[in-house]
């Protein structure tokens, strides 16, 4: 079975310039998550959809950040314009069931913002 | 927001030796999970936790969860240079039913062959 698939892998941009990161959820799950690791702050939680429509976005760091999830099986997460301090890895994950299941995670993309 | 305290920071062994780390939170959670993250990968799921006093084994990983419901502990026995990585423990708040799941920083193991 394929698992939670982000894309892309890495990304290197110039400081000002748009980035769209995108997350495949495993099929069938019905929550989906935004996490943001760096070495600083470890993984925090960005935002969490639930059957496609948002939950808590409490996380989201600030308004250059926003994501999306037009479906079942696809969301993406924009940063408009980007910053240095926005460099770290993003993580989605997605979770089977709603409330207290595990999510599996995406194997992540490692952002450069130059 | 929740805040999970999560020690030892850091763990250098030696092969065969025995390992445990543990995760303290300030809020009482209703499921506790414990994930393994190797280098440029995503955290995996090890070993999930949905009952006060629970005791779960996967193969030489056992962990608990605590009967405050505001800890769990991780064991591995026997290790090998193969759990080499950081831990994650993470938990899921009881309270408004939320799914927002709160990790800790970590543990970073380093086995010694």
């Known amino acids: 079975d394929a698992g939670v698939i982000q894309s892309p892998r890495h990304e290197v941009t110039e400081m000002g310039q748009e980035v769209t990161l995108r997350c495949k959820p495993i099929s069938g799950h019905n929550s989906l998550f935004w996490y943001r690791q760096t070495m600083m702050r470890g993984l925090e939680l960005l935002i969490y959809f639930n059957n496609n429509v948002p939950i808590d976005d409490s996380g989201m760091p600030e308004d250059r950040f926003s994501a999306k999830m037009p479906n079942a099986s696809f969301s993406t997460l924009k940063i408009q314009p980007s910053e240095p301090r926005d460099s770290a890895v993003y993580f989605c994950?997605?979770?089977?069931?709603?409330?207290?299941?595990?999510?599996?995670f995406g194997q992540g993309t490692r952002l450069t913002v130059v | 927001g929740q805040q999970l305290n999560q020690s030892p920071q850091s763990m250098f062994i030696q092969e065969g030796e025995d390992v445990s780390m543990n995760c303290t939170s300030s809020?009482?959670?209703?499921?506790w999970l414990w994930y393994k993250q190797d280098p440029g990968e995503g955290p995996v799921l090890l070993i999930a936790?949905?009952?006060?006093?629970e005791l779960t084994s996967n193969g030489r990983l056992t962990a608990q969860f605590g009967t405050t419901r505001k800890d769990s502990f991780l064991n591995i026995s026997a290790s090998i240079p193969s759990d080499v990585g950081i831990y994650f423990c993470?938990?899921?708040?009881?309270?408004?039913?939320?799914?927002?799941?709160?990790f800790g920083k970590g543990t970073k193991l380093t086995v010694n062959p």
């Open positions: 809020s009482i959670f209703n499921t």
């Open positions: 993470a938990g899921q708040e009881a309270q408004g039913g939320s799914e927002k799941l709160v």
């Open positions: 994950a997605s979770s089977p069931i709603t409330g207290y299941s595990p999510a599996f």
């Open positions: 936790l949905y009952k006060a006093g």
